[in-house]
Structures are given as structure tokens and as C-alpha cells.
């Protein structure tokens, strides 16, 4: 096993180009099983969970190239519609197969996720849409097994906004006989790029990026041809490095529409902002303020910033309190920033945070995506030496960030444990 080492305190000063959006990325992939023929996606980051992705397609039947950042996925031969247990363990995402398959091959069998390391995450919502859709659906041995003669459009409304479950009701109802409405829809900038690719395809989508989405089903799509966009997620941890170092980055690839939430609190907490020709500069304050955040859908403060922003809050001066809305589980890192020194406490769903001057480097064990990039922003900004092991969750997630974060001048390496 592998794991990363930093010497912390070094100011981050440079450029980084920000990968494509691993969450665009994964439904766009799943996308081309709507189509039959040669299917081409560039820009694709080189992680953990596009392999996982792309052995899930293989095992399906389709041929998946890849080269330099781009895939093309061949599916004129695919003849299962199964994904199974070790795959979708390994990646949840895998469940966006069903959608698809329904649609184009009238069946799917899908392994049933189960809990994760941040929530129970059930896809209730993702079954409930496409059962109004007409599909019937069953559960047998752990996996759903849902099938359908044709899909109808429907009305559906989400209990609550779900990504995933808008995508796999996206491209299933793109397929459907007729119009689609989707009520509280997700509004994440990654359903904005598969509703434009789908579109792209031959369906007629409006409205992706708003609440109320519209479907008028069609009876075939053609390919897929696209560019991933940048990963948002991936641009705020390096706007975060900036802002924990007290460095000065130009962050290239990073959007400002797609991080308002994360703008408006990173410059409330004393951090300076600045749009440039292809991304934002982020220099870091001497001293940084506390300031209270509350996740919660796009476009509020992303979950999947949570981790990080609470590693810069612990050296901030005064109290923060931090509020998880979207999963019921998501403080697992607290453990590990507190052995590095933190002051935490948690609270039911909030955790309340009162800023140190220094945390000390410590080793540390990564416990999923988000929560491994908290400890190496903490890492960079720590005294002394930290080791933060499991990094294979950081590989599902997050490009040579070892790499990118030397480039800007950081202490900081992989090793074998
Ligand atoms: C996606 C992202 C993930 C991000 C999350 C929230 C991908 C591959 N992953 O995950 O990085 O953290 O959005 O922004 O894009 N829920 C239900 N029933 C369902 C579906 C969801 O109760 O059928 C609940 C979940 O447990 C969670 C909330 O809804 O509490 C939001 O989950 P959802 O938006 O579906 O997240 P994912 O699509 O799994």
C-alpha cells in the first residue's frame, strides 16, 4: 500500500490546471450506453473510479479505448445488462448503468450499493422515477432487477434533490415515449453537461440547471461526442492549498459560476479572489477568519467541499461551526484533523471548530474521497511531517495531486508503507 508523505508550512505559490470533472465524467461515460456506435469523450481525468467505469462498460460488452485523456466506447456488441456487486461496491456511481440499459434494452440487473463510509445513500429515488417511467422493478439476491416493453414519460417529483437519481432519469427518459417532467430536480453544473451532451445526442432536454426539467423522448440517439468540464471539486482543493498555505495560485480551469458558495465563504474568511483570462487566482491571508458554513445542494456550499473547508477552518482565528445537510455521516475526518491537533467538537449534525495557530504533522489514515484531501490540505499546512495512509480513496478522486501540489512548491511525495 501506498501512502503520502508532507513537510508542511511551505506558502503554495504558481499555476495548476484542474482535471476533467470526475462526477461529469462518470454519468457521460454511462451516457453512450443510450447509443449504438463509437462513442468519443475527451478531457476524461486518469482515476480509480473512470477505470472502475470503464471495466463496468467492458464488462457490459462495449470496447473502451483510451488514450491521452480521451475514451471511445465502442457499444455495438454489448450483450449483458448486469453490473455486479464488486463493481458497484467499489464505485456507486456503476447504479447510473440502470437508467440506460432500461431504456435502450428494455432490462437491467444492478447490484443494490448498500451503505458507504458518509451515509446509508439509498437509491430509492432512482428506483421510484423510473417504476413512474413503467418500469417494474424487483429486488432478487441483492440486486434490482427492473425491466420494461417501453417507457412512458411521466410527471416526477424527487423528494429531495438527488444527483444521481436526475441523471438516471435523465437518460431514461430520453428514450421514453413522450414527455418527461422532473420536479426538484438537482441543478449541479455536472447535469447541466450531460443534459447538453444528450442533447447533443438527439434528445430534447430544457431546462437542466434549474429545478424543472423537461424530456420529450425520442426513439434512438446517436453517439456521443464531448469535452468533461473542469472539476469543480478538485479547483476548490486547490483554492483551499492557496488559502491554508497563505500561498497565491492562479487555479486554471476553475469557474466562478460553478463555485459562488465556495467564493462568497473563502472570501468572507479574509481570502482574495481574482478572475483571470482562464481561471481564478486565490492568494491566501496572513490571517484567516472564522466563518460558519451549511451544506446543501447546488447552488449552496457543496458537501464535497466540507472536509476541506473544515481543514482550513481549524486555523482560523475564533469559532466556526460547520453544518452536514446532505449526508448523515459525513465528519469522519474529524478523528484524524484532531490528531493532528485540532480543536473539534461535534455536534448532531455540526461540528464546531476553534481555530489553532499551528497543527502539528501526524500520521494520519484517510477514511474516504473528501476526507483524504482534508488531511493533505491540513498536511501543507501543518509543522513537521504527515503521513496520511489508505490514499487509494484519494485515487478515485483526485489526479497526481502529489504531483500538482509539488509543481506549486510543496513538500510532498508517495511512498510505499
Ligand atoms: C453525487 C456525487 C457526490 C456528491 C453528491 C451530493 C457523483 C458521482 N457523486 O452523489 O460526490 O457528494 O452527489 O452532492 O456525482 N438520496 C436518497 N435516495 C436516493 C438518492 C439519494 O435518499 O434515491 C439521498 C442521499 O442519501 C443523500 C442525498 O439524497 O443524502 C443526496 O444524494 P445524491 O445527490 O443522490 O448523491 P449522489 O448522486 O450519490
New binding site residues.
Given amino acids: 500500500m501506498e501512502k503520502i508523505v508532507i513537510n508542511g508550512g511551505i506558502p503554495l505559490r504558481g499555476e495548476v490546471q484542474v482535471s476533467g470533472a470526475?462526477?461529469?465524467a462518470?454519468?457521460l461515460l454511462f451516457a453512450t450506453l443510450l447509443a449504438d456506435g463509437v462513442s468519443e469523450i475527451s478531457n476524461v481525468p486518469d482515476l480509480r473510479?473512470i477505470n472502475t467505469a470503464n471495466k463496468l462498460l467492458r464488462e457490459l460488452g462495449a470496447e473502451v479505448a483510451t488514450e491521452s485523456h480521451c475514451c471511445r466506447i465502442n457499444t455495438e456488441k454489448i450483450q449483458n445488462i448486469e453490473a455486479p456487486y464488486d463493481l458497484v461496491k467499489t464505485m456507486?456511481?456503476s447504479v447510473?448503468v440502470l437508467g440506460p440499459l432500461l431504456a435502450r434494452f428494455g432490462q437491467a440487473r444492478v447490484s443494490l450499493p448498500g451503505g458507504c463510509a458518509?451515509?446509508?445513500?439509498?437509491?430509492?429515488?432512482?428506483?421510484?422515477g423510473l417504476e413512474a417511467l413503467g418500469a417494474t422493478i424487483q429486488l432478487d439476491h441483492g440486486y434490482v432487477e427492473a425491466t420494461a416493453d417501453k417507457l412512458r414519460g411521466a410527471r416526477i417529483l424527487f423528494?429531495?434533490?438527488?444527483?444521481?437519481?436526475?441523471?438516471n432519469l435523465l437518460m431514461a427518459a430520453s428514450l421514453a415515449e413522450g414527455e418527461t417532467v422532473l420536479e426538484n430536480a438537482?441543478r449541479?453544473p455536472?447535469i447541466v453537461q450531460l443534459a447538453d451532451a444528450l442533447n447533443s445526442m438527439g434528445a430534447i432536454i430544457e431546462g437542466a440547471g434549474t429545478a424543472i426539467i423537461h424530456i420529450k423522448g425520442v426513439s434512438s440517439l446517436k453517439p456521443l461526442k464531448c469535452q468533461v468540464i473542469p472539476d469543480r471539486?478538485e479547483a476548490g482543493t486547490f483554492m483551499i492549498a492557496a488559502a491554508i498555505t497563505g500561498g497565491n495560485i492562479l487555479v486554471r480551469g476553475a469557474e466562478r459560476k460553478d463555485q459562488e458558495a465556495l467564493i462568497s465563504k473563502l472570501t468572507e474568511t479574509g481570502v482574495k479572489i481574482q478572475p483571470e483570462a482562464d481561471g481564478l487566482r486565490v492568494i491566501g491571508p496572513k490571517k484567516l477568519s472564522s466563518v460558519d458554513i451549511r451544506t446543501s445542494?447546488?447552488p449552496g456550499f457543496?458537501?464535497?467541499m466540507q472536509a476541506q473547508f473544515m481543514a482550513l477552518m481549524t486555523k482560523a482565528e475564533g469559532t466556526s461551526r460547520i453544518s452536514e445537510t446532505?449526508?448523515?455521516n459525513r465528519f469522519m475526518h474529524v478523528c484524524e484533523l484532531q490528531r493532528m491537533g485540532a480543536d473539534i467538537q461535534i455536534d448532531g449534525h455540526s461540528a464546531i471548530i476553534r481555530g489553532i495557530k499551528k497543527m502539528l504533522g501526524a500520521p494520519v489514515m484517510a477514511t474516504d474521497?473528501?476526507a483524504s484531501a482534508s488531511l493533505i490540505l491540513a498536511g501543507l499546512a501543518a509543522e513537521n511531517t504527515t503521513e496520511v495512509s489508505r490514499i487509494y480513496h484519494l485515487d478515485r478522486g483526485y489526479e497526481k495531486i502529489e504531483i500538482k501540489l509539488a509543481a506549486l512548491g510543496a513538500r510532498i511525495w508517495r511512498e510505499q508503507e
Fill in positions: 470526475k462526477n461529469s462518470l454519468p473510479d456507486r456511481a447510473l458518509i451515509g446509508a445513500r439509498p437509491i430509492n429515488l432512482h428506483l421510484k423528494d429531495i434533490p438527488t444527483v444521481g437519481g436526475t441523471e438537482a449541479e455536472e471539486i445542494v447546488f457543496p458537501t464535497d446532505v449526508f448523515e474521497l473528501r
